[in-house]
């Protein structure tokens, strides 16, 4: 089995080489007028953690673990500041243990001895976090990380509901190998995708393949099951229901503090087989948003619908840096393409897009198939490609003193022009006054009737070992941008530790009362998550 890195995205094997450190340390030197010299990544012999403070009883030493490499790779996610941490060898509180139970009984055996023994469980589920979602917290003297990778299966398939029981622990890859054989898929496709799981999609409300309609997890989930210190949790599987307010809606979300998922039934559908996708250009962003605002309010449901500004566009997309892309994809497994394809198109052609009719991709698996292979070829499959690829590149970049990262956030139509001035404006006064200057960017990678969910992404040249506290000043300025805008400080990366200050400012005070009142019912001994959403 390949073996996680501590620090990079991705297994040991997906660690840059010494050629690639020196062509990112090159080309950041050519790009910001610098000299920069490769660096070598740390080593796995490398890590020296304190010794775990805490042992597991006797019942459950067959299934913990205190070794330094993976107490390592439990610490951080695999934010900006979470690589440059681990790279640094920087691991000031670690879990003391990690325990990977194999089923049920034993996940509420390990909740069972953190809850009497007052150590803080800390639910696990792919690592891929970028916002300290389990990142152990200060003031307990003993922390037990649950990695879920044993609960790994698609116990049940109902294929006259189109729905499936499958376990929390299950990766992406994983999940979409045993739907394949049966003809479905859960098409729920994040950047994360490799690296995450179902139980922590769910706990995180996870934004995946779809840009429009399906746009969360939470439009598939059809129950969740959850283990708490005080018992289970399991919600009526039902297509909807009006009956008070919804269990389901609560376990959504709620980032490991009130429970740990170990099943949910899914909404699955069959394999697409219709596609059809096209890249249409644009002047200005401004240009492509009205057209993503028409085609959107239009309720065609694009599975794609994703603008990317000129800078984004011409890094992702291998345009000139003059125009915006908006990127569109239709897919089905029961109905062709084409017509919705051209709609779509006609629509962005009326707010002024251009493109050439012979680069609408549409494929049917009929001879009635045009433009080649969907959405992997011209514009669009280069940005796919890149989009795939980015969290690797990014390993490529650390220990040279960049400073890069990117944030999310959702706001109204009538709200997003101020929003996208606002926010470009804040990050590029910080990025000046911090780093000398840098670049901004923006795409969207969901879009409502109501309104976009843009994605910002930041760069400069920082100064090495200052990286932290440059990227801290940077991340405080735009945040507080996003909430003045009126903005969400998360679409889709969720809460963590990293978003608690904004957080507070954006759910109302009553809300956060409540939810505190869930948890001592759930979790009496505040063992969960602690710090996560409410205070402990």
Not at 22 to 40: F, Q
Not at 42 to 57: G, Q, T
Not at 216 to 239: A, K, N, Q
Not at 365 to 391: C, E, H, I, M, Y
Request: proline share 6%; hydrophobic share 35%; charged share 20%.
């Amino acid at each position: 089995m390949a073996k996680r890195s501590f620090w990079a995205w991705g297994h040991e094997s997906d660690e840059p080489t010494a050629e690639q450190m020196k062509t990112a340390a090159d080309e950041l030197s050519k790009r910001y007028r610098v000299n920069l010299d490769p660096v070598s990544p740390p080593r796995p012999s490398d890590i020296s953690l304190r010794k775990p403070r805490i042992s597991p009883p006797s019942s459950l030493a067959g299934i913990c673990v205190s070794d330094d490499h993976d107490r390592a790779v439990h610490t951080y996610g695999r934010s900006f500041r979470d690589r440059i941490r681990a790279f640094n060898l920087d691991f000031p509180n670690p879990p003391d243990v990690v325990a990977r139970p194999r089923n049920e009984q034993e996940v509420e055996a390990v909740l069972e001895w953190c809850s009497s023994s007052g150590h803080a469980a800390i639910p696990f589920g792919g690592g891929s976090s970028t916002v300290a979602g389990f990142e152990p917290p200060d003031g307990y003297d003993g922390i037990v990380t649950i990695d879920l990778e044993g609960l790994d299966q698609v116990l049940e398939i109902d294929d006259v509901s189109r729905s499936a029981r499958i376990q929390g622990g299950v990766y992406g890859p994983a999940l979409e190998d045993q739907l394949r054989p049966h003809g479905f898929t859960l098409r729920h496709y994040p950047q994360s995708f490799e690296f995450s799981t179902l139980g922590g999609w769910i706990a995180t409300r996870s934004g995946g393949h779809y840009a429009t309609n399906q746009t969360h997890i939470d439009d598939m989930v059809e129950s969740v099951r959850m283990v708490t210190p005080s018992g289970l949790w399991e919600s009526r599987r039902l297509p909807g229901s009006g009956a008070g307010p919804s269990p389901d809606r609560i376990a959504i979300g709620s980032e490991g503090i009130l429970g740990i998922i170990t099943e949910a039934w899914m909404r699955i559908q069959a394999r697409p087989v219709s596609r059809a996708s096209a890249g249409v250009t644009f002047p200005t962003f401004a240009a492509g948003a009205e057209a993503a605002r028409r085609i959107v309010q239009t309720k065609l449901w694009p599975a794609n619908c994703r603008l990317l500004d000129p800078v984004e566009a011409a890094v992702a997309a291998g345009m000139d840096g003059t125009v915006a892309l908006l990127v569109l994809g239709f897919e089905s497994a029961e109905v062709p393409q084409g017509e919705f394809i051209r709609h779509a198109v006609d629509i962005a052609r009326d707010a002024g897009g251009t493109i050439d009719g012979a680069n609408i991709r549409v494929s049917d698996g009929s001879k009635n198939s045009s433009g080649g292979d969907t959405g992997r070829q011209g514009s669009v499959g280069a940005w796919r490609n890149s989009f795939l690829n980015a969290p690797y590149v990014k390993n490529h970049q650390a220990g040279l003193g960049f400073v890069t990262e990117t944030m999310e956030t959702a706001v109204t139509w009538d709200r997003w022009a101020n929003l996208d001035q606002t926010v470009r404006a804040a990050l590029q006064d910080a990025l000046d006054r911090v780093c000398g200057g840098g670049t901004v960017s923006c795409r969207f990678t969901h879009v409502y009737t109501d309104g976009p969910a843009p994605y910002f992404t930041f760069e400069g040249m920082g100064r090495l070992g200052a990286e932290l506290e440059m990227y801290a000043e940077i991340k405080q300025a735009a945040s507080d941008a996003i909430i003045a805008a009126g903005g969400t400080i998360t679409h889709h990366h969720a809460v963590g530790r990293l978003h608690r200050p904004w957080y507070d400012q954006q759910r109302p005070e009553l809300f956060a009362q409540s939810l505190k009142a869930i948890k001592r019912t759930l979790d009496p001994h505040g063992v969960l998550n602690p710090g996560l959403l409410i205070d402990s």
